[in-house]
């Protein structure tokens, strides 16, 4: 059975939405998801470097649409490893884990591996929104669409701009 | 430069002798380590299950002795991946990242791994306690002498008894 690995951040976890509304909340301004394509996150947001940091970010994050029913389906099919980049910021770490539990509770604590970066994780197939964790790996790479990611082109991945996306590709 | 994942538990991180405070601190009954040779941890100590999964418990635990040293030796001379089974327990894992910060300043975010399984972990040489991590392992394994694995005689294995045999294995 072939071995997928599942980025959290942008293809479970809604972090742009989330994003909008902490800084909604936080300044009263509505920020617009066209006006951040090519940018990285955390330069996207004018308070997100704070927000990343604070209690509750992670554990509170809406789920990306259609991510339960996909990863579900992934599931029965292939090896499913959960694979976030969360060792930066300590508090987000338990907090993954208990979101992860919530919401795809099909999803074992076996299947999950948090980490600092990725190069060092083995599988066939790994979708993931950043070209910096896709780059390293030597299986199949399907970039999952988010703002950041918007400008690039290539033949390196395959791209999928949604969960129903993910599906008729896997 | 040969990569080496080093295991916590067992290894960097003193757990047995937590184990025997927080009993000792429960009960008022001191428990030998020689008693408790070939049994693991959670079925060594009558309310290790208990105590594994409380606030404080790993964010508390006292330093393998040599440990410090050795692991900035290593870290001169090795890529360095910490990795460590913790997604079982929630609430370890931010103490984990945390308890790291503290002891080993040295190893940055980018050098841990926080997993439910380490079999696709990549590596050239592992440090672990634990055969079940190590017999998943496809380079150099060393195991680090623990009573729970006192009683496994095996050549698959090269046997440290301190972070000084270590250094003089690495």
Same mark, same amino acid.
């Given at each position: 059975?072939?071995? $997928?690995?599942?980025?959290? @951040?942008? $293809?479970? !976890?809604?972090?742009?939405?989330?994003?909008?509304?902490?800084?909604?909340?936080?300044?009263?301004?509505?920020?617009?998801?066209?006006? &951040?394509?090519?940018?990285? /996150?955390? @330069? !996207?947001?004018?308070?997100?470097?704070? %927000? $990343?940091?604070?209690?509750?970010?992670?554990?509170? !994050?809406? $789920?990306?649409?259609?991510?339960?029913?996909?990863?579900?389906?992934?599931?029965?099919?292939?090896?499913?490893?959960?694979?976030?980049?969360?060792?930066?910021?300590?508090?987000? &770490?338990?907090?993954?884990? @208990?979101?992860?539990?919530?919401?795809?509770?099909?999803?074992?604590?076996?299947?999950?591996?948090?980490?600092?970066?990725?190069?060092?994780?083995?599988?066939?197939?790994?979708?993931? @929104? %950043?070209?910096?964790?896709?780059?390293?790996? /030597?299986?199949?790479?399907?970039?999952?669409?988010?703002? %950041?990611?918007?400008?690039?082109?290539?033949?390196?991945?395959?791209?999928?701009?949604?969960?129903?996306?993910?599906?008729?590709? &896997?």
């Amino acid at each position: 059975m072939k071995q $997928v690995l599942v980025d959290m @951040d942008g $293809v479970l !976890a809604d972090v742009y939405r989330q994003f909008q509304l902490y800084e909604e909340r936080e300044t009263g301004k509505q920020i617009n998801l066209e006006q &951040l394509v090519g940018i990285l /996150e955390l @330069d !996207a947001f004018p308070n997100g470097k704070k %927000h $990343v940091t604070s209690e509750g970010f992670f554990r509170t !994050a809406p $789920v990306i649409d259609g991510s339960i029913e996909g990863l579900k389906y992934l599931n029965e099919k292939y090896n499913v490893l959960i694979v976030s980049s969360a060792t930066e910021f300590p508090q987000s &770490l338990t907090e993954k884990v @208990d979101w992860l539990h919530e919401h795809f509770p099909f999803i074992s604590w076996k299947q999950i591996i948090l980490c600092g970066e990725k190069k060092s994780i083995r599988g066939d197939i790994m979708i993931d @929104d %950043h070209p910096k964790n896709l780059d390293f790996f /030597e299986g199949k790479k399907i970039i999952f669409s988010q703002p %950041h990611n918007g400008l690039l082109k290539s033949d390196q991945y395959k791209r999928v701009n949604s969960w129903q996306d993910v599906m008729s590709v &896997l």
